[in-house]
Each structure stands twice: as C-alpha cells, then as structure tokens.
C-alpha cells in the first residue's frame, strides 16, 4: 500500500501506519526541511555578521582564527572548496547550513522508521525539530559549522540503530570533531546505552572492546587535531583555570543560578517538560538512567562554553524522541485534543523564543508569553500524567511509602 504522495510502504498496526525508511520519503521529508529553513530566513530575526561569524569567516578566506574557533575547520573549508568560485562566502556557508539542517531532518524520519514508529510519532518529532532552537538558530546565523556538525551526529544515532560497523562510527566522529568538538556527545550516549541495555543509540549492538576503539579513537583525533592546526593566541579572559571559576564565569555570565536554570529549559521550551514527563512516569528504568544521566552530562557541558543553549542543543534528539513518545502517549489513549494542544503550545513557545532570539531576553512581552506558554503546558501535562494509570500507580506506590 503507497501513501498519498509520500509513496512509501506502510503496514497497519492498531489502526495506525508505521513508515517504512523508503528513500521517497527521505527526500520529501528533506525537501520539507529546505521549506521551513528558507522559511525561518525570513520571519526570523537576522543575525549578520557578527560574534562567532567573524572567526569562521578568517577560515573561509584561509586565515587563523583564535581557539576554539580556530580548530572548526570542516564547515568553512567545505564553504570555500565547493562554492567560492560561485558565491560570496554568506551564500557559501548558507548553502551548507540549509543542506545540512533539511538533511538532518530527512535522516531524523529514517531513524524512526527504523525504530518502527507509527507516522504520528515521525510527524510529532519532524514538527519538534523544525520549530527547534537548533534548527532556527543556525539557519538564521548561517555562518556557524554547526550544521554540519548536527548532519554527522544524526547519521551516527541512524548508523547506530542500523548496527552499522564500529569503524564507521568511528570515523563519522574523527570527520565530525574538525565541524564541531560537541559531536563527541555520542560517547557518553552510546556508552550509556551499553551500561543500562538501553534502547536509543542501540549501544549494546557493540562490544565494549568495539566502543573502547571508538572512544580512545576519536579522541586521539580530537587531540592530534588540536596540535597539528595553527590558532592565534587567546587574548581574553580564560575562564577555564579552575573548575570553581568556570562555574562561577559560567553561573554570572549566565545571569544567575535561576536565570541559568531557566536558559537550560529555553534550548528547548514546553518539549523539554514532555520528555521528562514521559522520563519520569513511563519510560523503562534502563532508558531512563540513559537519558537522564546524559542530560545532566551536557548541563556539566555548559559550564565549559558561554552559550547554555547552544550547547545543550546538541542533545535534542533524545529530548524530542522521547518527547513525541509522551504526547503519542497521549494521543494513543484517546486524549488526541490534548496531544494536538501540547505540540501546538511547543510551535507557539518555538515562533515567540526561537523567531525573536536576538531580542526575546530584553522584552518583558515576549518572557511573559514565553513563561504562560510554558506553565500552561506543564499544567496539563500534570493533569495529564496524574490521570495515566501508570503514573497513577507510581504516585499512589510514593505516597505510600511517605
């Protein structure tokens, strides 16, 4: 059976169809991503050049750039090998931020179909990510290598899953530390999913001996990269002397530790409450100690960057699967107006943070929409949750043991 226009084989299961990774669908889906990247160009706010642009641009044109910028050389040699001779280095590095984000979110529907997930699961999660800070963020900055960096960490969860060859993985990583350093975050995922037999990256497929190789391998690349490529010398405060200090940076340079808190949760809005909803309450033990003690692992990552965001972005797909996993939990149970108002709320926090990132910390409006979206979502997700006859279980087995 072909779905209307999507053209991939469906099989019926509890009156819903799970998607087949056919390669129809993979390029609709891609395609899907270049509407709403080209999209978010225009309604969101525009960054120019300005911050870290400055440091890839000097790599663009072949110069130094200063640590650790210096060292990210993938995305702007990429630039300048492929479209220089056509393009001006904006539409260069746009080119490459639009390709990669549209080819993550096709890679994101394989890695579902994969886990055979029902098409509302694949749907929920393709909406998440395309209204997601990542994916607003470095379609509107352009000039980061960031994009690259989210293209090679989601081919690596999908290689995983598939059970692709150690040595590959191991080589997406050692490519992927000269986009970004931060797709390392792999590791400690696959590694925690090897300890716990948890489910996401399929870790346990591995030998340890295997993840051993992986891990020492990529970090003598990681290593070696950094001796062998020429930075200019670091002329700021170096924030990173000890680890009190870096916290202490990281907490004041971050506004405080509420405001901090409150900037882990703005990387990814009322998304964030389902995945922990569905952490807490559903998920089996063994994922649960594999998402969780990862997500405090790249909170720890904050405090060695100054952007709290952006790095905890880089762990947006086991956020936003586990997330589509809540409200498919609802709709599956018959709430479906509640599963549909519970990603509608995550579109309109995404369109008020995430279109006005340049502005939202300094308008009073668009915090006080920000945190009615968010308290509004948590509600009802607490409702929600307390009516679930296994959180229910779970609430009555706590209250008993007070």
Known sequence: MKAPEIQMRVHNVSGLKRVSPEYSGFVLVTLIGVLFSTLWLYVGEPWGIRGDAQHYIQLYEGEKARSPFGYR??????????FS????YWMSFKIIAITCLSLCTGFIYLLMAKKSMVMFQTISIIIFWITSFAFVYYTTTIIRPDSLMFLLLFILFLASNDGYPYWLLLLLLSVGVFAHETILVFIPAIWLDKIFNGTFTNGNVYKAWQLIIVTAGAI?????????IEVLPETGHNYLNSPIQMIRYSLTYGGGVLKYILRIY???GPVLTFSFFYGVFFLEKRNAFSFFTLFFIVVAATFLATDTLRVMAIICMPVFFYATQYVFKLWNSGARVTAISLMALQVLY??????????FEKSFTLNAIAASISVMAFLVCAVSTYRAPRASALLSRFKSSE
């Not at 050389?73 to 492929?82: D, E, F, G, I, K």
């Not at 003598?220 to 062998?228: A, P, S, T």
């Not at 995404?350 to 502005?359: A, E, I, K, N």
């Open 85 to 88: 001779s056509m393009w001006s």
């Open 220 to 228: 003598i690349v990681f290593i070696v990269g950094r001796k062998l």
């Open 350 to 359: 995404s369109s008020v943070v995430f279109g006005h990132l340049r502005t």
């Open 73 to 82: 050389v993938l995305t702007p040699w990429l630039a300048q090998l492929l």
């Open 266 to 268: 703005a990387a990814f």
